[in-house]
């Protein structure tokens, strides 16, 4: 009998131990799934905000052109600025028509008048973001409102930070929770396999001709436990794609391409089997001395 | 030759399983241990193999100081000596055929050379035709012939026997023992550890009698 058909034996005579050992390694690799695209989304989206105009100024509806003109000469009299654009009401609209084309109700509410004319404002460094501000701040004319995309940032850092916290924090827990739960599944089969090993021994058999089926049988569990999780996940990003493109329109993030989730396979996978292989190796370690 | 000189042997909680124990088995003897239960037969078989050490005293087979093997003279050690048990310690999950492959699959052998050597040895057995049928289908007799096919297919120098007919009857035991004769004929040390009287009376080997674990008597056509 082929080592491979004595690990399939292992697993297909307890379905209940597999079972258990599968779930939590599904459930820890789908963890750590949802986590590592929420970490990848945040960057890009952090990113895109970072190589975007980083002050936009809505203005008020009486403002003249030349105001805004003389807010531009301004502004480039820093030279900290690297680009300014101005949008006019027009443009706005028409960029407004771009974005939702599909939902004609919404483009039969809008005209050129509802929309303000803005200014995007994008720095040479974020640092001189603060003073370029102030400056805007202090200018007498109407302006509606200033985005200051510092602050959007900011709290978008925040937030990747605290996901990639949360993430590690959890998914480390759940994969020594694994590595723990296939140590006491293989550690169990090997209590019920004594006779077996006993007679394998007197036969001159290796530690390792023993030890192996039970080091594939935890690789096993980390393969099938990580391909599940990586199904679903996947399954569920292209489920709730078309929900978070609108959400997220104009950020290019999604759909995510193919290749990026085929990594991301690989990367389960390799994970998912080290944490097999480590709890098995534990527990031959453990229990076959 | 199996040598032990001085040989203790004490088990953790304090029982003294063997003591003085000097002994020379040279090559191709058959010999008999007996002893009432506890006198210290399987132990000594077990030294044999190094499934347990002496707590004091020197063991050699064939030349090799068995305290002093590493792992992989272990395995080869275990490889050279054949084992049969009076509980058989059949795979109940693997045919006859698979149990007696067992011991070629173990060292690596290819699929394609292990059949013929396990039909081989099934014929010298007369198991053949029971080949392809679980441990738990076979007969007492059968059970252990499977086993001696086992310890055989690695062509061993010693074959240890440990009570290889307590479960058998009569008859069946008889056939069993004239195997470990053809065996022991066709050049292989047969070290057996038995409680039968009558096999032992009636075959007039070397007959070492353990009391205690001690070496009581030690003859060379020893009754029981």
């Given at each position: 009998?082929?080592?491979?058909?004595?690990?399939?034996?292992?697993?297909?005579?307890?379905?209940?131990?597999?079972?258990?050992?599968?779930?939590?390694?599904?459930?820890?690799?789908?963890?750590?799934?949802?986590?590592?695209?929420?970490?990848?989304?945040?960057?890009?989206?952090?990113?895109?905000?970072?190589?975007?105009?980083?002050?936009?100024?809505?203005?008020?509806?009486?403002?003249?052109?030349?105001?805004?003109?003389?807010?531009?000469?301004?502004?480039?009299?820093?030279?900290?600025?690297?680009?300014?654009?101005?949008?006019?009401?027009?443009?706005?609209?028409?960029?407004?028509?771009?974005?939702?084309?599909?939902?004609?109700?919404l483009l039969e509410l809008v005209t050129a008048n509802i929309l303000p004319a803005s200014l995007e404002?994008?720095?040479?460094?974020?640092?001189?973001?603060?003073?370029?501000?102030?400056?805007?701040?202090?200018?007498?004319?109407?302006?509606?409102?200033?985005?200051?995309?510092?602050?959007?940032?900011?709290?978008?850092?925040?937030?990747?930070?605290?996901?990639?916290?949360?993430?590690?924090?959890?998914?480390?827990?759940?994969?020594?929770?694994?590595?723990?739960?296939?140590?006491?599944?293989?550690?169990?089969?090997?209590?019920?396999?004594?006779?077996?090993?006993?007679?394998?021994?007197?036969?001159?058999?290796?530690?390792?001709?023993?030890?192996?089926?039970?080091?594939?049988?935890?690789?096993?569990?980390?393969?099938?436990?990580?391909?599940?999780?990586?199904?679903?996940?996947?399954?569920?990003?292209?489920?709730?794609?078309?929900?978070?493109?609108?959400?997220?329109?104009?950020?290019?993030?999604?759909?995510?391409?193919?290749?990026?989730?085929?990594?991301?396979?690989?990367?389960?996978?390799?994970?998912?089997?080290?944490?097999?292989?480590?709890?098995?190796?534990?527990?031959?370690?453990?229990?076959?001395? | 030759?199996?040598?032990?000189?001085?040989?203790?042997?004490?088990?953790?909680?304090?029982?003294?399983?063997?003591?003085?124990?000097?002994?020379?088995?040279?090559?191709?003897?058959?010999?008999?241990?007996?002893?009432?239960?506890?006198?210290?037969?399987?132990?000594?078989?077990?030294?044999?193999?190094?499934?347990?050490?002496?707590?004091?005293?020197?063991?050699?087979?064939?030349?090799?100081?068995?305290?002093?093997?590493?792992?992989?003279?272990?395995?080869?050690?275990?490889?050279?000596?054949?084992?049969?048990?009076?509980?058989?310690?059949?795979?109940?999950?693997?045919?006859?055929?698979?149990?007696?492959?067992?011991?070629?699959?173990?060292?690596g052998r290819k699929p394609k050379e292990i059949k013929p050597e396990v039909e081989k040895v099934l014929?010298?057995?007369?198991?053949?035709?029971?080949?392809?049928?679980?441990?738990?289908?076979?007969?007492?007799?059968?059970?252990?012939?499977?086993?001696?096919?086992?310890?055989?297919?690695?062509?061993?120098?010693?074959?240890?026997?440990?009570?290889?007919?307590?479960?058998?009857?009569?008859?069946?035991?008889?056939d069993i023992l004239k195997l470990l004769e053809e065996i022991n004929q066709n050049g292989t040390t047969?070290?057996?550890?038995?409680?039968?009287?009558?096999?032992?009376?009636?075959?007039?080997?070397?007959?070492?009698?353990?009391?205690?674990?001690?070496?009581?008597?030690?003859?060379?056509?020893?009754?029981?």
């Amino acid at each position: 009998m082929t080592l491979l058909k004595t690990a399939w034996q292992h697993i297909r005579r307890s379905p209940y131990q597999t079972l258990t050992a599968i779930m939590i390694m599904l459930l820890t690799m789908f963890a750590a799934s949802v986590f590592l695209v929420a970490a990848y989304g945040s960057s890009v989206i952090l990113n895109y905000f970072e190589s975007k105009p980083q002050i936009t100024v809505f203005f008020k509806d009486e403002v003249k052109r030349e105001e805004i003109n003389s807010l531009e000469d301004k502004l480039k009299g820093t030279e900290k600025v690297s680009s300014l654009k101005y949008i006019s009401k027009e443009e706005a609209l028409a960029i407004y028509k771009e974005q939702n084309k599909d939902d004609p109700l919404l483009l039969e509410l809008v005209t050129a008048n509802i929309l303000p004319a803005s200014l995007e404002v994008s720095a040479k460094d974020v640092k001189h973001l603060g003073e370029l501000n102030n400056i805007i701040k202090n200018e007498k004319i109407g302006i509606d409102e200033v985005v200051y995309q510092k602050d959007i940032i900011d709290s978008l850092i925040s937030w990747t930070n605290a996901i990639r916290t949360i993430g590690v924090v959890l998914v480390g827990f759940l994969t020594a929770t694994s590595l723990l739960i296939i140590l006491m599944v293989v550690g169990l089969k090997i209590g019920q396999k004594k006779e077996e090993i006993e007679i394998l021994r007197l036969v001159g058999a290796s530690n390792w001709y023993i030890r192996k089926p039970f080091i594939f049988e935890g690789a096993f569990y980390g393969f099938i436990g990580s391909s599940l999780a990586w199904l679903i996940s996947y399954g569920l990003i292209i489920y709730a794609t078309p929900y978070l493109s609108s959400f997220l329109s104009g950020i290019p993030l999604l759909p995510l391409a193919p290749i990026l989730m085929i990594k991301f396979l690989g990367i389960e996978i390799l994970t998912g089997m080290s944490v097999g292989i480590t709890g098995s190796l534990l527990a031959v370690w453990r229990y076959l001395r | 030759m199996i040598q032990f000189k001085n040989i203790i042997k004490k088990f953790g909680n304090g029982l003294l399983a063997l003591s003085d124990i000097n002994l020379v088995v040279e090559n191709q003897e058959f010999v008999f241990i007996t002893g009432k239960s506890g006198a210290g037969k399987t132990t000594l078989l077990r030294l044999i193999i190094r499934d347990v050490l002496p707590t004091s005293g020197v063991i050699s087979v064939d030349g090799d100081d068995l305290i002093k093997l590493s792992g992989k003279k272990t395995l080869e050690l275990r490889r050279k000596v054949g084992m049969v048990f009076q509980d058989f310690k059949l795979l109940t999950d693997r045919t006859v055929f698979e149990n007696v492959a067992l011991a070629l699959e173990v060292v690596g052998r290819k699929p394609k050379e292990i059949k013929p050597e396990v039909e081989k040895v099934l014929t010298q057995i007369g198991l053949l035709n029971q080949k392809d049928l679980f441990p738990i289908q076979l007969s007492g007799g059968e059970a252990q012939r499977t086993v001696i096919a086992r310890a055989l297919i690695t062509k061993p120098k010693i074959l240890l026997a440990d009570e290889p007919t307590g479960n058998l009857d009569h008859v069946t035991s008889w056939d069993i023992l004239k195997l470990l004769e053809e065996i022991n004929q066709n050049g292989t040390t047969v070290i057996m550890a038995t409680h039968n009287v009558d096999i032992v009376n009636k075959l007039k080997k070397r007959v070492v009698v353990l009391e205690k674990g001690k070496i009581k008597r030690d003859e060379k056509e020893g009754k029981y």
